[in-house]
């Protein structure tokens, strides 16, 4: 079946604009993940979904950052007022709460952010 | 706070050659460790889950192994091919929905 898409594949914005990126997580998956993989940071977690619970927001670096999770299926990861620190390739993962196997994680393709 | 980290940073090797990737975290408290790879410019492809119950994963090539009280890890890729060559990342599940938290990876590259 159809992986975890992502769009868009690349962004490029000026410095003090607002983004949104934008998750498909596949079919059935329960969980959906945002990281950040940046060259000084390496890959890091920013927040977490699970069904219609609270989502885990421990991870997001700043309150410019928020997602939001509709209908537990897409997810939009939005950056107000960028700054050029926030230049980095934004994942999406997702994956099943219960049944085998638990909690693997399948990661889209990424959208490249770039603020100028 | 969990810390991952993956020796060597990058390895060089001829086809053909067994190969082992390492992995240690500092915080034995796992629910399971995911090993990764990511092409230039792609996503990560997930090549083998271990829960924390498990000792070791094997997915044709590879055979990944889990110590838990060590806090290590290892990724063996037997008869490395120059297809192999890309960054692999191992990720580390400290919670009970899977948060990962990553080493920086080792870049592969298998020369013919």
């Known amino acids: 079946g159809a992986g975890v898409s992502q769009s868009p594949s690349n962004k490029v914005t000026e410095k003090g604009k607002d983004v949104e990126l934008r998750c498909d997580p596949i079919s059935g998956h329960t969980a959906l993940y945002w990281y950040r993989q940046s060259l000084g940071q390496g890959l890091e977690f920013l927040i977490y979904f699970q069904g219609n619970s609270a989502p885990d927001k421990s991870g997001l670096p700043s309150d410019r950052f928020s997602a939001e999770r509709t209908g537990g299926s897409v997810s939009t990861l939005t950056i107000q007022r960028t700054q050029q620190e926030d230049s980095a390739v934004y994942l999406c993962?997702?994956?099943?709460?219960?049944?085998?196997?638990?909690?693997?994680?399948?990661f889209g393709p990424g959208t490249r952010l770039t603020v100028t | 706070k969990q810390e991952v980290t993956q020796i060597p940073a990058a390895l060089s090797v001829p086809e053909g050659e067994n190969l082992v990737l390492n992995c240690s975290f500092t915080?034995?408290?796992?629910?399971?460790l995911q090993w990764f790879r990511q092409d230039p410019g792609k996503g990560l492809t997930s090549l083998l889950l271990i829960q924390s119950s498990q000792r070791e994963q094997t997915s044709g090539r590879l055979n990944a192994s889990l110590d838990k009280s060590s806090g290590r890890s290892t990724l063996y890729i037997a008869a490395s091919q120059p297809g192999d060559s890309a960054t692999y990342l191992c990720?580390?599940?400290?919670?009970?929905?899977?948060?990962?938290?990553f080493g920086q990876g080792t870049i592969l590259t298998v020369h013919p």
């Open positions: 990720a580390v599940g400290g919670t009970s929905y899977g948060k990962l938290t």
């Open positions: 915080d034995s408290a796992i629910y399971n």
């Open positions: 993962a997702s994956s099943f709460q219960s049944g085998a196997p638990s909690y693997e994680q399948y």
